[in-house]
């Protein structure tokens, strides 16, 4: 924990309380992004501020169960595949299938949820998770009425 504590003093000898007002603003956009995120999907935008109840309307968008924000809390699986995974995903439930989106997604996240939640043309499309599982509907033929 000293190379923490270190890299800590070094950022802070450099930067001052700036650091951490950066961080605060950051934080800000996020919240708010995220709160327009989940109104635009018609879910309570609250939900943003409450932690685990912003996982469980987070998995929601996506379609995926409740039970599957427990996923988050394992190290490696979680914060390295599962997350990108769900963002991944809550970018194809806005209909954005591109390369770009993906990487954007991942380096500007807070600002590209922004944009996903403040842009018009941008309509979410409902749940994606499940979908690959459904039977394709089949086209139902009349049947003859007897008389």
């Not at 922004?114 to 089949?138: I, R, V």
Request: with cysteine.
């Amino acid at each position: 924990m000293d190379w923490l504590s270190n890299v800590h003093d070094m950022l802070y000898a450099k930067m001052g309380s700036a650091l951490y007002y950066a961080i605060g603003f950051i934080t800000i956009i996020a919240l708010l992004a995220q709160w327009r995120l989940y109104e635009k999907c018609r879910l309570p935008g609250a939900a943003a501020f409450v932690p685990v109840w912003n996982v469980i309307v987070f998995l929601k968008i996506v379609g995926r169960p409740a039970w599957q924000g427990w996923l988050f809390l394992i190290p490696i699986y979680g914060q390295l595949y599962f997350l990108p995974k769900v963002w991944i995903e809550v970018v194809q439930c806005f209909g954005k299938r591109s390369m770009l989106d993906y990487i954007l997604v991942f380096v500007l996240n807070g600002l590209y949820i922004l944009n996903l939640a403040m842009d018009d043309d941008n309509q979410y499309l409902g749940p994606l998770y499940g979908q690959q599982d459904l039977p394709k509907p089949t086209k139902l033929t009349p049947r003859p009425m007897m008389a």
